[in-house]
């Protein structure tokens, strides 16, 4: 419209284009009289620049060059400019991004009022070329029935009637060219009540359309029902299917897969349907979901979820299933979900030919793993054959859970046959009872069902307090340790009345023995434990034991869970043959962890207390802890007893010529030992904290054990990612 009101339209050919020019004027233009403008885009006619060292200065000049500016054919927004910078509001800067829609009537004046249109006519709401006209003179129309549809901006949009009634005129044709507001149909109201209905064109829900269909389809090709055969195999394995682990992991209904419709990278070489069928999803599933999200909440339990299908070219790692690997633990990387990798699988796949490379050690897998190390938990799970890069990840990850029939080698058989190293059968490379002694596999299971079931478990410590705790009666705890200093007991005896009822995740279970490590819950707090086993080497700590007693305090540490020690050691194991197990490095270690924990640590001393092992226990020194107590049968001294006095008192005992005096004056001198360093005499010379009932135990340490801060999932105050070892 012009200022005067008269209607122009906005598509149609420039007749006037005069522009501005001067100093400080700068005009980007593309158009020039003549040219044709065209209502399938928005046109940017010209862009006009003014500047100046001076605000008011430079919107004088702004005022002077839309003066200037002339342009006949098309509708501009040249008044409504001028309007603003003319403004009182504009001159004192005090405009808005919504200055213009709070004060349109008064800038556009008379070209804000729409010409007057024919009553009854359906107008076109945008500027646009008739695609199609979808009424004749004569039919009857419903309220929001498209009578015509129009091309704007290279889409096609539906002018709907606003009233229901019958046409009288169709004042359009298909090809047209028409400006908003153009009259394109016009409807005469009708008394007729079917008329009156407005008019339901909604598609049935129920319709599934052609693109939606073959998406289905797809989709359909991924399930385990759709392949019957492999299926069938895994059943005479006794296995499950990747999907099948995945399912019972996470809550119903809440997995959402990423990049499921991945094929091998060997279009070279195979069929696009052989493809389709046959290398379903690259071989490997992944996503995230919900991991006991009834407990803890979705904050707290939504998890990254990675699984090898060995049924899909033998769980082997392909071009698309690295990329989806690397995807997965990009997202669990930025959101901080947990991990859990179903590791099943042969290793590289040399049969992916569509991706040039050459040695192919550029993969981001497994630095990408590597990297979420002590940002949050990683659980691996092995089932079946797990071998090079597959057992790589594995080894990863701060848990591994491996079934029984398990068989897991940094190399497969071929890998093994090929550098000269013989011919294995898989079963014999990795063996479970072999990694379970060697401390590779943290927890042993019958079978996939229960390593499942481990893994929810796991990850329930790090997710946050349980409610409905019980525990056995703590009086049992008197009775642990045998009156008979010298009698073995179970420590895990203590363990198990100790915690929660039913709460012990003992990690390890096989590997280093003399000492035991669990994640445990009191009062449903998720804590970890660390304690000497006396049932073996007396509950001397040997090289295998001290490595495995770091790695607990460093879990611990990482991820903001307070340290229970059960101490009852004589201390490290010596000797030639425990030197050539490097235990000065190994006991080391521990001394280094327990110096950087961060996280409270109580330490109850049992039975024996003797030497750098008890110190060890403690996290360095016995009053390292938070608190330090004894049970009643506490013995403590810088070793043992009875070696303490055959080392001190050699010369004194060796004068003795007769043996029963001797033996006589030895145990005098072990009693008087014994008495020096009882619970009760070292609680007098304040080298622990207290001497408690063991019935008060657990009370004692819910008092000296404070809830720890975490940010995320790991402990802010950690300096350190999780080792694996």
């Known amino acids: 419209m012009t200022p005067g009101g008269e209607v122009l339209p906005r598509s149609g050919v420039l007749e006037r284009f005069d522009l501005p020019a001067g100093r400080g004027i700068r005009v980007d233009t593309a158009a020039r009289a003549g040219h044709r403008v065209h209502p399938g885009f928005d046109p940017l006619l010209a862009k006009i620049v003014v500047h100046d060292s001076d605000p008011d200065a430079a919107r004088r000049g702004a005022l002077r060059a839309l003066a200037e500016t002339r342009i006949d054919g098309v509708a501009t927004n040249l008044a409504v400019q001028r309007a603003v910078l003319g403004s009182a509001d504009f001159a004192a800067g005090s405009c808005t991004t919504s200055y213009v829609d709070e004060h349109w009537a008064e800038l556009a004046g008379p070209a804000a009022e729409s010409a007057a249109e024919p009553d009854g006519s359906v107008t076109a709401p945008m500027s646009g070329s008739v695609v199609s006209v979808d009424v004749a003179d004569g039919d009857p129309v419903a ?41 394109v149909v016009l409807v005469r109201e009708s008394d007729d009540a079917a008329l009156a209905a407005p008019a339901d064109d909604r598609p049935d829900p129920a319709h599934i359309r052609p693109d939606l269909a073959r998406v289905l389809e797809r989709r359909a090709l991924l399930s385990d029902e759709r392949r019957p055969e492999a299926v069938r195999k895994r059943r005479e394995r006794g296995m499950r299917t990747a999907r099948e682990n995945i399912a019972d992991l996470v809550d119903p209904d809440t997995f959402t897969e990423y990049g499921g419709f991945a094929v091998a990278a060997q279009r070279r070489r195979r069929e696009a349907d052989d493809l389709v069928r046959n290398t379903p999803a690259d071989g490997m599933v992944t996503g995230v979901g919900s991991v006991n999200g009834a407990l803890f909440g979705p904050e707290r339990s939504t998890c990254a979820v990675l699984a090898y299908d060995y049924t899909v070219l033998a769980g082997t790692q392909g071009h698309f299933n690295h990329r989806k690997t690397d995807r997965i633990l990009e997202v669990a990387g930025r959101h901080e979900y947990p991990v859990v990798l179903f590791a099943e699988g042969g290793g590289g796949r040399p049969g992916d030919v569509d991706v040039p490379k050459s040695g192919g050690l550029t993969t981001p897998s497994f630095l990408a793993l590597g990297e979420l190390s002590g940002r949050v938990p990683t659980v691996g799970i092995a089932a079946g054959r797990c071998f090079a890069g597959n057992a790589a990840l594995l080894g990863t990850c701060d848990v591994v859970i491996a079934t029984r029939d398990s068989t897991i080698g940094m190399g497969g058989p071929a890998m093994i046959e090929g550098g000269g190293l013989g011919v294995h059968a898989p079963e ?20 996939e069902a229960a390593a499942v079931a481990a893994a929810r478990r796991y990850l329930t410590y790090f997710q946050g307090d349980l409610p409905g705790h019980t525990a056995p009666d703590q009086r049992a705890l008197r009775h642990v340790v045998p009156e008979n200093r010298k009698r073995v007991y179970d420590v895990h005896d203590a363990i198990d009345l100790l915690c929660d009822t039913g709460s012990v995740l003992e990690l390890r279970p096989s590997f280093g023995r003399c000492a035991v490590t669990a994640l445990v819950r009191i009062a449903g ?148 030992m014994y008495e020096n360093g009882s619970a009760l005499n070292t609680a007098m010379h304040l080298e622990v904290d207290d001497v408690i009932d063991p019935a008060e135990t657990r009370d004692v340490l819910l008092r000296a054990l404070p809830p720890v801060p975490r940010r995320g999932w790991v402990n802010p105050r950690a300096r350190a990612v999780l080792d694996t070892w």
């Open 143 to 183: 309220p929001g029935q498209a009578v015509v549809t129009l091309e704007a901006m290279k889409m096609h949009h539906l002018v709907r009637a606003d009233r229901g009634g019958h046409v009288v005129r169709v004042r359009v044709r298909e090809g047209d060219v028409v400006d908003a507001g153009t009259p």
């Open 428 to 447: 014999d490379v990795g063996p479970i009872d072999v990694h379970t002694r060697n401390g590779v596999v943290d927890i042993a299971v019958d079978d």
């Open 525 to 672: 707090r998720p804590m970890g434990l660390i304690a000497n086993n006396p049932a073996v080497l007396g509950g001397a700590i040997d090289a295998d034991g001290a490595d495995k007693l770091a790695r607990m305090l460093q879990l611990c540490e990482v991820f903001g869970l307070p340290v229970v020690s059960l101490c009852d050691t004589p201390g490290f194991m010596v000797g030639p043959e425990a030197e050539k197990t490097a235990t000065v490095r190994h006991f080391g270690r521990l001394f280094v962890r327990g110096a950087h924990l961060t996280v409270p640590i109580a330490a109850v001393v049992l039975r024996k207390s003797y030497g750098l092992g008890a110190m060890a226990m403690a996290g360095g020194s016995l009053h390292r802890p938070a608190l330090a107590v004894s049970w009643p049968s506490g013995e403590f001294g810088g070793m043992g007893l009875e070696g303490a006095v055959r080392l001190g008192f050699r010369r004194e005992l060796d004068a003795i010529a007769d043996p029963d005096l001797r033996q006589r004056r030895f145990d005098e001198l072990v009693a008087e």
